[in-house]
């Protein structure tokens, strides 16, 4: 069964489609997380769901994380033009999300950010990654939730 492209889906949207925003699930959605370089037990999710919608600010799209394991959010990141990788930082992460990025190819997406605290020790590092588009949907006008 072929794979839905991550990248080329999203470049799809942002630069072709008439939607102002798209949900898309992920059957696998991986998190690792770090606290003073000791990892924690991986966490293997599924059917998790991102929401992206454009900004009216051109060259920007905010990017919903709707399954986070501690809470959603959202961000901004600038609109990806290259074909096959992606990289680029995550703009706007609400507090205590801090040093974020991200980078997405055709089989996945990962976002890589810190949870910030006062204490050094006490501040966690987070991958997620998601990977096998499950379902994308399309909406004609909307916001975040």
Do not use: W
């Not at 072929?2 to 008439?18: E, G, K, Y």
């Not at 205590?96 to 501040?123: E, F, S, V």
Request: net charge positive; charged share 15%.
């Amino acid at each position: 069964m072929p794979t839905t492209p991550i990248l080329q889906t999203i470049q799809d949207f942002v630069h072709q489609s008439p939607y102002t925003c798209m949900e898309i699930i992920f059957a696998d959605h991986l998190v690792l997380n770090s606290q003073n370089q000791l990892p924690f037990l991986p966490v293997l999710k599924q059917h998790s769901r991102i929401m992206l919608c454009k900004k009216t600010h051109k060259g920007l799209v905010q990017m919903l994380v709707a399954d986070n394991p501690v809470f959603n959010f959202s961000f901004d990141f600038v609109l990806p033009t290259k074909q096959g990788f992606y990289l680029g930082s995550m703009l706007h992460l609400p507090s205590p999300l801090d040093q974020g990025h991200l980078h997405m190819d055709a089989d996945q997406l990962t976002l890589c950010y810190r949870i910030n605290a006062k204490n050094p020790k006490l501040r966690v590092h987070v991958s997620q990654t998601f990977t096998h588009v499950h379902h994308v949907e399309k909406f004609p006008s909307g916001h975040l939730v």
